[in-house]
């Protein structure tokens, strides 16, 4: 559990350290429950763009996890 703990803590700190709009969409996506449709029609860009820009930043997130030995 404090495992768990200490990742979620080291997730959400490499969240705050991505691009402006990365951070936003990952945030609305897997904290505020937003649908990729409910993101497009906000920002209006397509849901497929929306996607890929929360799998950049989720590789992101990996890759510092990564580096920090929590993956």
């Known amino acids: 559990n404090a495992e768990f703990q200490q990742l979620s803590v080291s997730i959400k700190q490499a969240i705050e350290k991505l691009p402006k709009r990365e951070h936003d969409f990952i945030e609305a996506k897997f904290y505020n429950e937003k649908r990729l449709q409910d993101l497009s029609d906000?920002?209006?860009?397509?849901?497929?763009?929306?996607?890929?820009?929360?799998?950049?930043?989720?590789?992101?997130?990996?890759?510092?996890?990564?580096?920090?030995?929590?993956?």
């Open 42 to 71: 906000e920002y209006n860009i397509s849901p497929s763009r929306i996607s890929r820009i929360i799998q950049s930043g989720l590789n992101r997130i990996k890759k510092e996890l990564a580096k920090q030995e929590m993956l």
